[in-house]
Structures are given as C-alpha cells and as structure tokens.
C-alpha cells in the first residue's frame, strides 16, 4: 500500500500528521468522521490524545479535515456528521433488535460469544441494513451451533431475504473456540477493512471469559493498533450469561452425536453459488471451525478505493 506523504516505510511511520489523515481517509470512505479518542485507537503508530488533537488542529487550518461538534472528517465532508448520528440512532434500534435475539441465543448451550458486526466504525449502522452477528462456538460444536442459531431464526421470520432485510439478523459468520485466530480470514497485515473491523466487534453476549480469550487470540492484529483500547459495552447493552451445566448435558445428550449429520445436512441445502466460492477462501469459508458464507466480499474493492483517495490528499 503506497502512503500518501513518504514513499519510505520507515520515515512513513514517524509521520504523525501523515497516519492520521490515512486514518481519516479510510473511515471516510463509510461516511463515519472521527473523534480524537477514535483517530488515536485506530492509528498504527504509537501516540497520545495530545500530540493527535494538535496535530488534527494544524491539519484542520491545512484544510485538509474539518472539524464540527468535536468530530474530524476530510475537508468538504461536513455531511458526514449528521449521518453519524442517524446512523447511531438505526444502530440503537438494531442493537435492542439483536439483544432480544441474543436472550433466546444464548439457550444453545454450545455458543461462547456473540458480537455485533458494524459496518466500519462503532454503531454505524444504515437505516435499511440488516445486522450482522459474529458468533463464537464451543469445540466440536460449530455446525450445530449454526444449525439451531439458524433455524430459531428461521422460525421468527427475522433471516433476511433478498428484498427485505432491514432489521432482520444475519447469521453469515461463525467460528469454533479452537479458531478465535483470524488470521485464517484476514488477508495480511494489509487488510486495513478487516483490521477495522475487528477492532469494532461489538461484545453483547458472552460466556465466561471468552470475549478476552478472543482478543487475547488475536494479539497479532491488536499489536499493529500501539493505541488500541476496548470499550467496555455497558450492562444496558449486553446479555447475562446463561450456564446451567444439567441443561447443557441434557442437549449434549439429545444432540451431541450429531455434528457431522448436520453438517452434511447444511452442506447439502447451502446454495450453490456459495459453494463455487469456498476454493477461492474470500468471502466463502467452511470447514469444521469456520462457517464465513459472505456472497460478496469488497475487501479488495475498498483497498483500491481508499489508495485512490489518499493518493489525492497533498500534505
């Protein structure tokens, strides 16, 4: 990826000023301006809220970002800010949406974590879009867990179809405790959409410790981002756990011997276009500890259209 102000990688990374436009830029491109706390988290340089807000201050007379209500975008982007807080105001609607789900979620006994999957940027969320929840299973139950997360859903008539999925709950995502490591789903360090979107999952239902377990999992992306922090989701906005260990054997009893029938079972009535996918291992990734079943992967697409734009941008 080339850098919009020093061609060298090394001089690049000392560039304060440099990183914290490609930071604006990339969260540009999903109409989402900033706060000096969000640029600082995301930057993948090491820094402080000081030397980030005056360094954001002296880019704000370059008119290179403005700056409105305490929020940073690319200069002529003043729209932005209201669309992020509408978009917080769908996010908050879409979120309670996803928590009365995740109360009934959480009876499969096999489920560890669920997260909210935003769009890039925390509660970021258009009006009309559905809600993407990632989904962490415990061993060997990957594919059950799947199968009852769908079919619950499937029975309150909130999947999403192909003209209708506002609101509705997308269960395209799920991975196996023993694959918290994304490194199977990121495409290098490169991968600047994946990096961001990792780095706002969104915790609302998890057992034990399994949320930290996961970040912990993923020190190697976490490590790219010196100033990252997570933001501890207040108890508003999460589920209690639910572990009756009776209850969980009585269903180990019922059904745990039939991870591979349903397997196949799901394998057999998954659409065919998904399945031409899974050699590519882009959007479409399954096996027995990652279920990815993303039709459309723009990962690329972003990547060029974010060089594009930083290429544009003179500091």
């Known amino acids: 990826m080339r850098g919009i102000y020093m061609e060298n990688n090394n001089e690049k990374q000392k560039n304060l000023r440099g990183a914290i436009v490609e930071t604006?830029?990339?969260f540009d491109l999903f109409s989402f301006p900033l706060t000096v706390n969000e640029v600082l988290k995301y930057l993948k340089l090491k820094s402080n809220y000081v030397d980030v807000s005056d360094k954001l201050q002296v880019l704000v007379e370059k008119k290179i970002v403005e700056r409105k209500g305490g929020l940073f975008?690319?200069?002529g982007k003043e729209e932005y800010v209201q669309e992020r807080k509408k978009r917080?105001?769908?996010s908050d609607r879409k979120l309670k949406i996803a928590?009365?789900?995740?109360?009934l979620f959480r009876f499969i006994p096999w489920i560890r974590l669920i997260c909210v999957a935003n769009l890039i940027g925390r509660d970021n969320l258009r009006d009309k879009s559905d809600i993407d929840l990632f989904i962490v299973s415990d061993k060997n139950r990957l594919w059950l867990t799947r199968f009852f997360a769908v079919m619950l859903a499937k029975l309150l008539n909130v999947r999403p179809q192909k003209n209708d999925t506002k609101d509705k709950i997308c269960l395209s995502f799920f991975v196996s405790v023993e694959q918290m490591d994304m490194s199977l789903v990121r495409k290098g360090e490169n991968d600047i959409y994946f990096n961001y979107w990792f780095l706002?999952?969104?915790?609302?239902y998890s057992r034990g410790n399994s949320?930290?377990?996961?970040?912990?999992s993923n020190k190697k992306i976490i490590d790219e981002f010196p100033n990252y922090f997570?933001?501890?989701?207040s108890a508003k906005r999460k589920i209690k756990e639910f572990n009756n260990n009776f209850y969980k054997r009585n269903w180990e009893v019922l059904f745990g011997g039939l991870e591979k029938t349903i397997k196949k079972l799901q394998l057999k009535i998954m659409p065919e276009n998904l399945l031409r996918l899974i050699p590519e291992k882009k959007g479409v990734i399954v096996s027995d500890k990652i279920i990815k079943l993303h039709l459309e992967d723009k990962r690329e697409e972003f990547l060029k259209k974010y060089n594009e734009s930083i290429s544009k941008i003179t500091i």
Do not use: G, H, S, W
């Not at 706002?200 to 609302?204: D, K, R, T, Y």
């Not at 997570?230 to 989701?233: E, F, K, L, R």
């Open 24 to 26: 604006i830029a990339f």
């Open 73 to 75: 975008y690319l200069y």
């Open 88 to 90: 917080y105001n769908y």
């Open 99 to 103: 928590l009365k789900m995740t109360t």
């Open 200 to 204: 706002n999952l969104a915790p609302i």
């Open 211 to 216: 949320f930290t377990e996961f970040i912990e």
């Open 230 to 233: 997570t933001q501890d989701i």
